[in-house]
């Protein structure tokens, strides 16, 4: 086994992962230990990598397998699994201006029937401050609400849209053939983890577009006070990247948000993967 070790990172959440070179392949016992500190600590962050994208690639598959993204223009010229997030990115297919993807909470794919289990971003170049990405607990977040609000959600389900009504931010356009891929899908609010078994609020603020057959004030206002509960400091962790950095995250059962506040000139720039999930249930 290599020289693993695993520090805490965050109250709620959030472990990393030194000792660990990702150019050499992972022997049974350390990549099913990485497997069990990312399903007990939700974000993973794997320090002081040095990857061309074949080998992020490569090593990501460790961990699922790994699918392509539905923005076509964001895909690595070489490795088309890998999704380019950049300060420089801009809303091609739209108006053309400056874009930063995922800046309001989400958890990846939800729009999509089958959404992505896991999500890898890998900090090629990061600002010197600023750029953090949060995190925020879905399994505590279901765990606090009282018994009987778990039981009046237990049944519902929420209609998540790619450009929903309801977003925070501005989401990227989407070209005619990659909007025919994500039709509006229909997902439960309270999932249960495939692997874990553990219940979490499946929830993302920037997707939702209403709880299926409620009417829509009283869907807009249950999903609002679910945000706020959800979104509380005690369910987060802050993520302040180094470069190097690989944040592996589940997005069955966190949400996150990326942040654009580092000054005009700085650079960031992530290489992401996601890998295959399973239909929520
Ligand atoms: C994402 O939402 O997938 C990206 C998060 C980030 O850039 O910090």
Not at 208 to 214: P, S
């Amino acid at each position: 086994m290599a020289a693993l070790t695993l520090t805490q990172l965050g109250a709620a959440l959030g472990v990393a992962a030194d000792g660990i070179d990702l150019n050499r392949a992972l022997d049974g016992e350390t990549q099913a230990a990485l497997r069990r500190a990312l399903l007990d600590g939700l974000v993973l962050c794997i320090r002081g990598q040095s990857l061309t994208p074949q080998s992020y690639l490569a090593a990501m598959r460790g961990f699922g397998e790994p699918i392509t993204q539905v923005r076509q223009a964001s895909r690595h010229p070489e490795v088309p699994e890998i999704m380019i997030l950049s300060s420089e990115d801009r809303d091609d297919a739209g108006d053309g201006k400056r874009l930063v993807v995922g800046a309001h909470w989400h958890s990846d794919d939800s729009y999509k029937a089958i959404p992505c289990s896991l999500t890898m971003l890998y900090g090629v170049e990061v600002p010197a401050s600023g750029g953090d990405t949060q995190f925020v607990n879905m399994y505590a977040v279901y765990d606090d609400l009282p018994a009987e609000t778990q039981r009046r959600l237990a049944p519902l389900r929420v209609v998540h849209k790619y450009d929903s009504s309801r977003k925070g931010t501005r989401v990227a356009a989407l070209r005619p053939e990659e909007a025919k891929e994500v039709p509006d899908v229909v997902h439960p609010l309270v999932r249960t983890h495939p692997e874990t078994g553990r219940k979490a609020l499946y929830m993302n603020p920037n997707r939702m577009e209403a709880v299926a057959g409620a009417e829509r004030g009283a869907s807009d206002a249950l999903l609002d006070a679910l945000i706020r509960h959800a979104t509380q400091q005690k369910y987060q962790y802050r993520h302040k990247w180094r470069r190097g950095d690989i944040l592996i995250w589940d997005n069955r059962c966190t949400m996150h948000k990326a942040n654009a506040d580092y000054p005009k000139a700085a650079r960031r720039l992530m290489h992401r993967i996601i890998v295959a999930g399973t239909v929520p249930a």
